[in-house]
Structures are given as C-alpha cells and as structure tokens.
C-alpha cells in the first residue's frame, strides 16, 4: 500500500492546488505548480533578511567562522523544508490525502522545526531586516523586561511539552482538523500553530541550561509517546474521522481507511523514532557531562588531599 502511494504521488508530482478547499472540482483544483502567496512572500522576506544579515555577520565572527557556517547550513535546510513543506506539491496533494497531510506536518515539526532552533538565526535575521523588521518585533515583545522574562519562561521543557502536546491534540481534533480542509484561513493558522508549538518545544530542548537537560529527555521521551499514541489511535481506529477526505482519496487508488491507517502509521512510526532517538542523545550528553565534573572534581580533591599532607609534613 506504501509503495503503492508513493507510486501515486510521483506519477502526480507536477500538478497541484491553488486553493486549499477540497470541494473544488479536481480539472480546476490542479495545475502546474502550488504556490501559497502569503507563505511564499514570508518564506521570501525571511530569505532576504536572514542572507542579508549573515554576510554583515560574517565579517564580524572571523574566530568562528566554522561555527556560523554550520549554523548557516542547519538555517538553510530548515528553510528549504518549509519550501517544500508549505509551496510545493505536497500542501495540495495533502488536501486530498490525509497521509500526505501528516508528510505535510511531520516536515513542518520534526525537520524544519529543530534544524532553524539550531541555527540560531534570530539576530541573523533582525540584522538583516533592520529599519522595518525591528519595529514589528518590538511592536510584539515590547522592550518591558516582564515580557522578555515571560517568553524565556515558555521556553523550558514543562511549558514547551505542555503547548507542544495541547497543540497537538487539538488540531487532530475532527472538527478543527476539518475546519482546515474547507477554510484556507484555518489552514494558514494550523500550520503556523504546528511550526510554532515544534520551534518553542525543540528550543527548549537544544538551548537551555545544563540543570534542564534531565527535564529535556523526560520531555523527549514523554512526547515520543503521546504523538505515537496518537498515531496509533488513527491506525487502528475503525472508522473515519476527517469526513472530508471520505471523498477525495478513492482517485488515488487509496480507500479512506487506508489513507487514515497510513497518515497514523507516518505519525507514530517516524516521530516516535525521532523523539525516543533525541532523548537517548540528550540522555549520553548528560551523563558525559556528569562523568566529566564528577572527574573533575575527583581530580581537584586528590590535588587538595596532597596538599593537606603536604603542609602537613612540612608543619613537622
């Protein structure tokens, strides 16, 4: 059935929507390529600004250089997967597949999500939009420190897996998930939700304290096993649960129930690797850490018990 889908979406690769409604009639629905405007216009600003900034950046961090590209590449994969993800031919084919909906949100959270954390391009990207990009971001953070303080509170791993999970469930909710397939407005707002739930989980994830990091793998793993059962849910349940995909999957070659079963099993088989996989990571860094201060300190003790005999001995 995979390989069967999968056959399906190639032969169909150069066609796509303009439109996000799944009503429209399928000769007017498809065309050559899929460009969502708005998200095509942001995706572009954020190109500009963020190349922008980092060539005046560049300049400045010649010590490291090596670091920053690799910040840069982590950038750039990200964005490309938003590319894909948001104005390609997955974004209307995934209004007639719901598997290819749940390829649509997996590129969203789990690739484009923690690869732009990673990059780090917040400054990048205000340098290279200073004079109309400052503003706006001041105009939403403000300059109170109460603010700043309260988004450097979401962003830990309680309240991260906390909106990480409400966010989920609540979008694959049958009415809200349906209200997406009819109305492009809910549409853009989902996938907005999805890459901001994923972009505040995985922050709290990769940049926090040293003291966070067991709170990271719990979060790690407990997320691994909420979205899994969620995917489960989807694959083993016996009746359909987005109405509007009841009519647009059968011109795939797909009934359904099987687009469903494989949208649960792309849910609850590539994410809880992923999340089980980051948690085992994190956990060997926290342990390595662990290992490297207690070897620390056991080195600075024996320094101090030589000492303590030595001036001992001398005292004599």
């Known amino acids: 059935m995979l390989i069967r889908t999968l056959s399906l979406l190639v032969a169909l690769l150069p066609f796509s929507s303009f439109a996000h409604v799944v009503n429209v009639p399928l000769s007017s629905q498809y065309s ?37 590209r690799r910040q840069m590449r982590w950038f750039w994969s ?50 290279g939009g200073r004079g109309f990009l400052t503003p706006i971001v001041h105009s939403f953070t403000g300059r109170s420190p109460r603010m700043l ?7 830990t791993p309680l309240w991260g897996w906390l909106i990480h999970f409400f966010g989920l469930w609540l979008w694959h909710l049958p009415f809200l998930l349906n209200a997406s397939l009819t109305s492009s407005w809910v549409h853009s707002l989902q996938h907005a939700t999805f890459l901001l739930i994923a972009w505040l989980f995985w922050y709290s994830i990769f940049r926090l304290d040293k003291s966070n990091s067991m709170s990271a793998v719990i979060s790690l793993f407990t997320t691994g096993i909420h979205a899994s059962l ?32 494989l949208g649960g099993l792309i849910m609850w088989m590539p994410a809880g690797i992923v999340f089980i996989l980051a948690a085992l990571v994190t956990l060997a860094r ?3 850490s662990t290992n490297d201060s207690d070897g620390r300190i056991g080195s600075t003790a024996d320094i101090d018990e030589k000492e303590a005999v030595e001036t001992h001995q001398s005292s004599k």
């Open 230 to 261: 969620l995917g489960a849910l989807l694959t083993f349940s016996p009746s359909i649960w987005y109405s509007p995909y009841a009519h647009t999957t059968q011109q795939w070659g797909l009934s359904p129930i099987e687009d469903q079963q």
């Open 78 to 127: 990200g964005w490309l997967t938003l590319v894909i993800a948001l104005i390609s031919p997955i974004d209307s084919i995934g209004e007639k597949l719901f598997s290819v909906h749940m390829v649509q949100h997996e590129m969203l959270m789990m690739i484009a999500a923690p690869l732009l954390v990673l990059s780090r391009p917040e400054q990048t990207i205000l340098l």
């Open 286 to 288: 926290l342990l390595r």
């Open 149 to 155: 303080r309260f988004y450097r509170q979401l962003a």
């Open 32 to 68: 050559f390529l899929s460009i969502d405007p708005v998200s095509a216009l942001l995706l572009l600003i954020i190109a500009i600004c963020y190349f922008r900034g980092s060539r005046k950046i560049s300049k400045r961090v010649e010590s490291k250089q090596k670091q920053y």
